[in-house]
């Protein structure tokens, strides 16, 4: 319990020398953004995901084998949607891979503009998610989903995907002894679940009781304040900075 606390501990205040610099919070930002986006795809948009690919395959699946409540079309308009996303962003890796505080910047500086879109079309709409609103809304959040996705890959922090929570459970699993030792980077790891589910939990609450709007608007002044903070922190001698080799 102890080292699941001092790394959790680590992960949320970084040592000044670490490889990784500020980003392990700021990913875990990203991942609680994540929580956010999936609670308004699913519970908002009609059983959709935006960010979580792999649940799409599978309700496209169930959609053209009949299942009722679920749409087809919507799943393959948020994959289309999240792969151009990821294909934006791999042109942002690659453009900014000398700088990854750049990276980060300049990608969630565009993440929060795609997001402030889907909160000026869902107050167009007046809080009724239907049709072509319903569409604007997978198309912005999956674009934006799928290029923090391709982001986050190129920045290469161990165990914080922010989208993706499969390999990292099984991670905590698979990677402690019989023994009882711990996994390594165990309490990044938990960490990591907790924010997703707090995001989500949080995501959920506030759509039922608040409204869209609001969590679409916390989710854009979250990304607001990662982008900022990532380029006050980006001197261009800090070690972080610098790609992976």
Not at 2 to 12: E, F, G, H, N, S
Not at 127 to 148: D, H, P, S
């Given at each position: ?65 009949g299942a009722p409540g679920l749409s087809a079309l919507a ?135 608040a409204g869209l709007v609001l969590v679409l608007g916390l ?27």
């Amino acid at each position: 319990m102890r080292k699941l606390l001092t790394d959790a501990a680590l992960t949320l205040v970084p040592p000044r020398r670490d490889r990784h610099g500020p980003l392990p919070p700021l990913m875990l930002v990203l991942t609680l953004i994540t929580g956010l986006i999936d609670a308004v795809s699913y519970l908002a948009l009609g059983r959709v995901f935006v960010a979580n690919m792999t649940g799409n395959v599978v309700f496209l699946g169930f959609a053209l084998a009949g299942a009722p409540g679920l749409s087809a079309l919507a799943s393959i308009v948020s994959m289309v949607s999240f792969l151009l996303g990821a294909l934006t962003g791999g042109r942002f890796s690659t453009r900014f891979a000398a700088h990854r505080g750049q990276l980060l910047t300049r990608a969630t500086a565009v993440q929060a503009a795609l997001v402030a879109g889907t909160v000026i079309a869902a107050v167009a709409g007046h809080g009724e998610v239907t049709g072509l609103i319903r569409y604007t809304l997978i198309v912005l959040l999956g674009i934006a989903m799928g290029m923090q996705n391709a982001v986050a890959r190129r920045l290469g922090v161990p165990d914080l995907t922010t989208t993706v929570l499969t390999l990292t459970l099984t991670g905590l699993a698979a990677d402690s002894s019989p023994g009882g030792v711990s996994a390594p980077r165990t309490g990044r790891r938990v960490l990591s679940v907790l924010t997703m589910f707090a995001g989500a939990l949080a995501g959920a609450l506030l759509l039922y009781h608040a409204g869209l709007v609001l969590v679409l608007g916390l989710a854009v002044l979250l990304l607001v304040g990662t982008s900022v903070t990532a380029h006050r922190l980006s001197a261009p001698s800090a070690a972080w900075t610098r790609p992976l080799t």
